[in-house]
């Protein structure tokens, strides 16, 4: 079935629950009047409708493929990439003294959104590119700047992030690509990354690398990384690409989704590098990646929820199977009307997280150091609460086909086979959770308690119109608070132990909160939905809770043999 971008749960959201008029009201963003960001959400669904979605299931079945050293593309991907850019996405986020647009992150979430609901693997395309050119805009000097934030913004050229190696996944620290200086105030770089998304193309002038490297006289661990900018091609004098640089692509992955996606092992052999910020000063600038890049990818596994939601649901509408009532066909069946009524509640929530996070953003960048607080806390939330829901509302989707799911040509397994490494690249959802009890908990919950009051605060004033959604969520509220005091008090080994427990019982409540704030604007059938995510899924938050107070002891009691067969 073909992909509708949900732009009118869009609106709604930014209009009527996560309070987008807050970020209007700025004198950065005070032109984002109503008409002027429906115009945007407008012109963004279209293209991904028309010209995005179009090229989905392309890129599953003609994968990017290597060919005598060149990276071959899906078919119709450069098109496509040619929509994004001439539309000024790329740049969507970027400053406008370089030819950026200039939007607030919560409009940029949006529209990220839609394209990976359309078009997963093209997306992270230009995703890669905007965490590369936000590192340029907060680390890299004027000069760098000036080169390469034009060309990155218009599209012309192509960013990525080289992170990680054979021996060094998430331990960054472990990392041996070198960089050493050439005299001539650039280094060469020379070592090996692996899983470098879109390392290369075939419809960009160039590809500019983010390369972390080690100086010769940087310390262990992660403060001996520096970062390095290494194009493919050298710019000339007037700043176009010039000769080749020492580095290449060595190998395409084969993996389980994202087929259109290249993702490469990079070679790099000398390569010329220039130093973006400080010398050994590569973590600061590697997080500014990071963290535009974790709420991107969570935004996008919420596009594929949103896909895999509509693509079930149109299944179900049709296939008529059993003695179903009303239309007699399967959506009649209460189990399957109960996955369907899953998988919409919780993209609903999932994208209302992903946008209040990127409304906090947005607000920090005033100088709210509460709101900085705020976003600093939902985005590892929104990072995994998003993939998760992504994996398992496509999982959903694959059992409301039935055996049609398990049958690639309805493109069903497609959505769970490409959403599937959210949860991993980015950072680990684990490794996202552990940020959560750990580095966000280090205000004594300051942070996390201020939310939970604004939550309490809007399930006492919707008491008198809707107690019966009302109630469950202030004790829910109630129920965090407490754990989060609880938390707060134990040792890092213990909040380890619960970390996802923790997070996974924060982002329930979350998602009950702003289905409540949906079901005092929306319509019946926002609280018909709010009703079902609070009565049938926000109890889950009491198991979550109960593992997180179980402790380390029946995690860590367990040794290797008895995890044997």
């Not at 060149?70 to 450069?78: C, E, L, N």
């Not at 809007?458 to 109630?478: K, S, Y």
Request: glycine residues 10%; aromatic residues 6%.
């Amino acid at each position: 079935m073909p992909f509708h971008a949900p732009v009118e749960d869009f609106r709604f959201l930014l209009e009527k629950v996560i309070g987008f008029s807050e970020v209007t009201a700025t004198a950065r963003h005070a032109e984002m009047t109503p008409d002027v960001t429906d115009a945007i959400l407008t012109e963004a669904g279209r293209m991904c409708d028309e010209i995005l979605a179009p090229l989905n299931r392309a890129g599953d079945l003609h994968p990017a493929r290597l060919e005598n050293g060149v990276v071959r593309t899906s078919p119709g991907y450069a098109e496509g990439y040619r929509a994004i850019a001439e539309g000024g996405w790329v740049g969507m986020a970027a400053g406008e003294a370089h030819g950026g647009m200039g939007l607030p992150m919560a409009l940029v979430t949006c529209v990220n959104e839609m394209m990976g609901g359309a078009c997963l693997a093209l997306q992270l395309n230009p995703l890669m590119t905007q965490a590369e050119i936000e590192a340029l805009e907060a680390h890299a000097d004027a000069e760098l700047q000036a080169l390469y934030l034009p060309k990155l913004i218009s599209g012309e050229w192509c960013g990525t992030m080289n992170l990680t190696e054979p021996q060094a996944g998430s331990d960054v620290g472990a990392l041996r690509t070198k960089a050493e200086p050439d005299g001539e105030g650039t280094y060469r770089i020379t070592g090996q990354k692996i899983y470098i998304t879109w390392a290369d193309n075939d419809f960009s002038d160039n590809v500019v690398h983010m390369v972390l490297a080690r100086l010769p006289d940087a310390v262990p661990g992660t403060k001996g990384i520096s970062l390095f900018l290494v194009p493919k091609y050298i710019p000339d004098a007037e700043g176009r690409p010039g000769e080749a640089n020492a580095l290449r692509v060595v190998s395409l992955e084969h993996k389980m989704g994202i087929h259109g996606s290249p993702t490469a092992v990079m070679e790099y052999d000398g390569a010329k590098g220039w130093l973006v910020g400080e010398s050994h000063g590569g973590m600061a600038a590697m997080f500014t990646m990071m963290n535009t890049a974790r709420l991107g990818v969570g935004s996008q596994a919420v596009g594929v929820a949103e896909a895999a939601t509509q693509a079930a649901l149109a299944y179900a509408q049709e296939r008529k199977q059993g003695r179903a009532g009303g239309t007699g066909t399967i959506v009649e069946h209460a189990d399957v009307r109960a996955m369907l009524a899953r998988m919409r509640a919780e993209t609903f929530a999932a994208r209302a997280i992903t946008l209040a996070c990127a409304k906090a953003i947005d607000l920090g960048r005033e100088g709210d150091a509460a709101a900085r607080a705020r976003a600093a806390l939902l985005t590892p939330i929104a990072k995994t609460f998003g993939t998760e829901t992504g994996i398992n509302t496509a999982d959903l989707g694959i059992q409301v086909h039935g055996g049609m799911g398990f049958i690639e040509e309805t493109g069903a397994a497609q959505f769970l086979r490409d959403a599937r490494i959210t949860a991993i690249y980015e950072g680990t959802n684990g490794i996202q959770a552990m940020d959560l009890v750990g580095r966000k908990m280090m205000d004594g919950g300051e942070a996390a308690q201020a939310l939970i009051d604004e939550i309490e605060t809007v399930a006492e004033a919707a008491r008198a119109e809707i107690p019966d959604l009302a109630e469950p969520v202030w004790q829910a509220a109630e129920t965090m608070r407490e754990a989060t005091e609880w938390l707060v008090a134990q040792p890092m080994a213990e909040r380890f132990s619960g970390a996802m427990p923790y997070l996974r019982a924060f982002a329930r409540l979350l998602g009950a909160h702003y289905h409540l704030r949906a079901a005092q604007a929306g319509d019946g059938k926002r609280r018909r939905l709010a009703a079902f995510y609070i009565q049938r899924m926000l109890p889950e938050q009491a198991a979550h809770i109960a593992a997180l107070r179980a402790g380390a002891e029946p995690v860590m009691a367990l040794d290797a043999g008895d995890l044997a067969p």
